[in-house]
Protein backbone atom coordinates (compact mmCIF):
# COMPACT_ATOMS: atom_id res chain seq x y z
CA UNK A 1 0.00 0.00 0.00
CA UNK A 2 1.25 3.41 -1.03
CA UNK A 3 1.12 6.23 2.10
CA UNK A 4 -0.64 9.43 1.39
CA UNK A 5 2.59 10.94 2.82
CA UNK A 6 4.04 9.45 -0.95
CA UNK A 7 1.55 11.45 -2.89
CA UNK A 8 2.16 15.08 -1.14
CA UNK A 9 6.42 14.83 -1.44
CA UNK A 10 5.75 14.42 -5.31
CA UNK A 11 8.43 17.33 -6.52
CA UNK A 12 6.49 17.58 -9.99
CA UNK A 13 2.92 18.10 -8.22
CA UNK A 14 3.79 20.60 -6.06
CA UNK A 15 6.80 22.21 -7.64
CA UNK A 16 5.98 21.70 -11.07
CA UNK A 17 9.60 19.98 -11.73
CA UNK A 18 10.74 18.39 -15.14
CA UNK A 19 14.07 16.68 -16.20
CA UNK A 20 15.94 18.75 -18.70
CA UNK A 21 18.24 15.94 -20.47
CA UNK A 22 21.99 17.32 -20.22
CA UNK A 23 22.57 15.43 -23.86
CA UNK A 24 19.83 17.32 -25.89
CA UNK A 25 17.83 19.48 -23.83
CA UNK A 26 14.47 17.45 -24.25
CA UNK A 27 11.94 18.31 -20.92
CA UNK A 28 10.53 15.85 -19.85
CA UNK A 29 7.23 16.00 -17.61
CA UNK A 30 7.02 14.23 -15.85
CA UNK A 31 10.66 13.48 -15.10
CA UNK A 32 11.36 10.09 -16.66
CA UNK A 33 14.59 7.91 -16.31
CA UNK A 34 15.67 7.95 -19.54
CA UNK A 35 15.05 10.27 -22.11
CA UNK A 36 12.94 9.42 -25.20
CA UNK A 37 14.64 11.63 -27.54
CA UNK A 38 18.61 10.35 -27.26
CA UNK A 39 18.08 7.61 -24.49
CA UNK A 40 20.62 9.57 -22.21
CA UNK A 41 20.07 8.63 -17.92
CA UNK A 42 21.33 12.47 -17.02
CA UNK A 43 18.82 15.02 -16.60
CA UNK A 44 19.19 17.80 -14.74
CA UNK A 45 15.93 19.11 -12.52
CA UNK A 46 14.34 22.41 -13.98
CA UNK A 47 11.29 24.15 -12.74
CA UNK A 48 8.55 24.39 -15.64
CA UNK A 49 6.86 28.15 -16.14
CA UNK A 50 4.00 28.92 -15.21
CA UNK A 51 1.85 30.36 -17.70
CA UNK A 52 0.28 29.00 -20.96
CA UNK A 53 -2.11 28.45 -23.64
CA UNK A 54 -5.38 25.87 -23.86
CA UNK A 55 -4.51 23.42 -26.74
CA UNK A 56 -7.42 21.57 -26.13
CA UNK A 57 -10.48 20.85 -23.62
CA UNK A 58 -13.24 19.28 -22.78
CA UNK A 59 -16.11 20.04 -19.92
CA UNK A 60 -16.81 16.82 -17.75
CA UNK A 61 -20.59 16.79 -16.62
CA UNK A 62 -20.85 13.38 -15.07
CA UNK A 63 -18.06 13.41 -12.86
CA UNK A 64 -16.55 10.50 -10.58
CA UNK A 65 -18.13 10.77 -6.67
CA UNK A 66 -14.89 12.98 -5.37
CA UNK A 67 -15.58 15.47 -7.95
CA UNK A 68 -19.31 15.45 -8.31
CA UNK A 69 -19.44 18.75 -6.05
CA UNK A 70 -17.05 20.25 -8.87
CA UNK A 71 -19.49 19.65 -11.85
CA UNK A 72 -19.30 21.05 -14.00
CA UNK A 73 -15.44 21.29 -14.66
CA UNK A 74 -13.15 21.74 -17.82
CA UNK A 75 -10.11 19.89 -18.02
CA UNK A 76 -7.95 21.07 -20.62
CA UNK A 77 -4.23 20.54 -22.08
CA UNK A 78 -2.05 23.19 -21.64
CA UNK A 79 1.21 24.06 -23.44
CA UNK A 80 3.57 26.04 -20.58
CA UNK A 81 5.20 28.81 -22.27
CA UNK A 82 8.50 26.26 -22.62
CA UNK A 83 6.26 23.80 -25.22
CA UNK A 84 5.87 21.50 -22.44
CA UNK A 85 2.29 20.40 -22.77
CA UNK A 86 0.43 19.10 -19.53
CA UNK A 87 -3.30 17.92 -18.19
CA UNK A 88 -5.01 20.47 -15.88
CA UNK A 89 -7.88 21.04 -14.25
CA UNK A 90 -9.52 24.76 -15.02
CA UNK A 91 -9.98 26.43 -11.61
CA UNK A 92 -12.06 29.74 -10.58
CA UNK A 93 -13.82 29.77 -14.21
CA UNK A 94 -17.48 28.82 -15.57
CA UNK A 95 -17.06 25.89 -18.79
CA UNK A 96 -17.78 29.09 -20.83
CA UNK A 97 -15.17 31.04 -20.46
CA UNK A 98 -12.76 28.46 -21.25
CA UNK A 99 -11.58 28.03 -25.19
CA UNK A 100 -9.21 26.82 -27.39
CA UNK A 101 -6.02 29.62 -27.10
CA UNK A 102 -6.91 30.95 -23.77
CA UNK A 103 -4.39 32.24 -21.69
CA UNK A 104 -3.86 30.23 -18.15
CA UNK A 105 -1.44 29.95 -15.33
CA UNK A 106 -0.51 27.11 -13.28
CA UNK A 107 -1.94 27.49 -9.70
CA UNK A 108 -1.97 24.71 -6.83
CA UNK A 109 -5.43 23.74 -5.28
CA UNK A 110 -7.10 21.20 -3.80
CA UNK A 111 -8.10 18.45 -5.62
CA UNK A 112 -9.62 16.02 -3.66
CA UNK A 113 -10.32 14.54 0.30
CA UNK A 114 -9.92 11.04 0.77
CA UNK A 115 -12.89 9.98 3.02
CA UNK A 116 -10.99 6.65 4.30
CA UNK A 117 -7.42 8.84 5.04
CA UNK A 118 -8.82 12.10 5.88
CA UNK A 119 -6.38 13.22 3.70
CA UNK A 120 -6.59 16.52 1.30
CA UNK A 121 -4.94 15.76 -1.78
CA UNK A 122 -3.39 18.74 -3.70
CA UNK A 123 -2.48 19.54 -7.21
CA UNK A 124 -1.87 22.00 -9.72
CA UNK A 125 -4.85 23.57 -12.02
CA UNK A 126 -5.05 26.12 -14.44
CA UNK A 127 -6.79 29.65 -14.13
CA UNK A 128 -7.80 31.44 -16.63
CA UNK A 129 -5.69 35.30 -16.94
CA UNK A 130 -7.98 37.69 -17.07
CA UNK A 131 -7.90 39.78 -20.25
Same mark, same amino acid.
Given at each position: ???? $?????K??R??L?A???????????????V? @?????????????????? #?VT???I????????? /?K?? #??????????V $??????????????? !??TEV??I? $? @? /????P??? #?L??G??A $?? !???
Amino acid at each position: MISP $RYHREKPQRYRLEAGKCDACGEVHFPPRKVC @RKCFTEDFTTVNLPRRGK #VVTYTTIWIPPAQFES /MKPY #VVAIVELENGV $RLTAMVAEAPPDEVK !IGTEVEIIF $R @R /MQTDPVWE #VLQYGYKA $RV !IPT
